[in-house]
């Protein structure tokens, strides 16, 4: 009989209806993203590969691989996962320390493991996926002590130290922030005390931020930019300042698809972190709002799945996941707009990632 039971219970699943709307929206930005990675792209892949297409293949192979795990992904029953949330805790520290040891140096930072010369892999991907797991399991079974400061908020934004604190000696900030934001989200959702947070960020998150980036050079150098790209417009503020000078000339209706004249190197790698700047050169405030717009109800998709769910490891879950593209989506357009401070943050669905990773995120 609980044989029986359990191929009911995953039959169900498998019919379990499909929210189009949801998968209309993922296609839309996909299709939209690679059209933008192959005008963004082009001279950048001439100049190094003589060839205009290579970023642009590779990143059609992954849309291509990410649409086939989304449809065999979605026929695994979530529940799966929670059995072994607590792995994923252990997975997520030995990758961590996998990239600090057998990881490759770019630009003072130990980031990514490469495969293969053109395959790269970079664990704190998998991490953000890995800690939604990990939260969504221990907050389920300490649903009744989440209320209180020791149990619900210190032991589980403990659990959150050695994860960080690799991530720091990487360095690599903006993956941290990105967690740090997801998992808060989750935590709050499933019943812990907001003024907990509200208290421990005055006390102690800011005061951390800020003592990262005082004795770190380079995050220091990062925030005068921000503060004033055009004192060293020539170096440091290259970047934005052309960001800038794209997303301006770009108007209402943009110079037309394929026209920009920034991504001629003047904006280095334009078809990664900062593609923004050629959407809002190329198809103007129009397009910029409509691609805004499709990452806005791809988000309320994500919070009426987590509403809807039938348990709560599935609505925190699906919480998880909706934090983690609206948290990188916000700082990826408050980046290329020079709102905050640059950092290596992609835009889901359009930057360009040479990534193993990128299939599952999508």
């Known amino acids: 009989m609980a044989k029986k039971k359990k191929e009911k219970n995953f039959s169900s699943f498998l019919n379990n209806p499909v929210d189009f709307t949801l998968v209309i929206i993922i296609l839309l930005l996909l299709c939209i993203g690679l059209v933008m990675v192959l005008s963004a792209s082009s001279p950048s892949a001439l100049a190094e590969s003589g060839n205009s297409y290579s970023y642009f293949s590779k990143q059609l192979l992954f849309g291509i691989l990410g649409i086939f795990a989304m449809a065999?992904?979605?026929?695994?029953?979530?529940?799966?996962?929670?059995?072994?949330?607590?792995?994923?805790?252990?997975?997520?520290?030995?990758?961590l320390a996998l990239v600090l040891v057998a990881g490759k140096k770019l630009n003072g930072a130990k980031r990514w493991i490469y495969v293969t010369e053109t395959l790269s892999f970079q664990p704190s991907e998998v991490v953000k996926l890995l800690m939604i797991i990990f939260y969504a399991g221990i907050l389920v079974k300490n649903r009744d002590d989440l209320g209180k400061f020791g149990k619900g908020f210190i032991k589980h934004?403990?659990?959150?130290?050695?994860?960080?604190?690799?991530?720091?000696?990487?360095?690599?900030?903006s993956a941290s922030i990105v967690i740090i934001g997801i998992c808060s989200i989750m935590m709050i959702m499933a019943g812990c005390k907001f003024w907990h947070f509200a208290a421990s960020g005055g006390t102690v998150g800011i005061p951390g931020i800020i003592a990262l980036i005082i004795f770190s050079p380079y995050r220091l150098q990062r925030v005068t930019t921000?503060?004033?790209?055009?004192?060293?417009a020539t170096d440091t503020g290259w970047q934005v300042i052309n960001s800038l000078y794209a997303i301006g000339s770009g108007g209402l209706f943009g110079v037309g698809l394929g026209e920009s004249k920034q991504k001629f190197l003047y904006i280095p790698e334009p078809h990664n972190d900062f593609i923004f700047s050629i959407i809002g050169e190329e198809l103007g405030f129009?397009?910029?709002?409509?691609?805004?717009?499709?990452?806005?109800?791809?988000?309320?998709?994500?919070?009426?799945?987590a509403v809807r769910s039938p348990d709560m490891f599935g609505s925190l879950v699906a919480i998880g996941i909706t934090a983690l593209i609206a948290i990188q989506v916000i700082i990826n357009i408050a980046v290329v707009t020079s709102s905050m401070p640059a950092t290596g943050m992609p835009l889901p669905f359009f930057s360009y990632r040479r990534n193993i990773a990128i299939f599952v995120i999508m």
Do not use: N
């Open 226 to 232: 921000f503060l004033d790209p055009w004192k060293d």
């Open 286 to 305: 129009i397009g910029c709002t409509l691609i805004i717009l499709l990452f806005a109800i791809l988000i309320w998709r994500g919070i009426l799945i």
């Open 72 to 95: 065999i992904i979605s026929k695994i029953d979530y529940r799966f996962y929670q059995k072994f949330y607590k792995h994923s805790w252990w997975i997520a520290l030995l990758l």
């Open 157 to 173: 934004i403990c659990m959150l130290v050695p994860i960080i604190g690799l991530l720091v000696v990487e360095p690599h900030l």
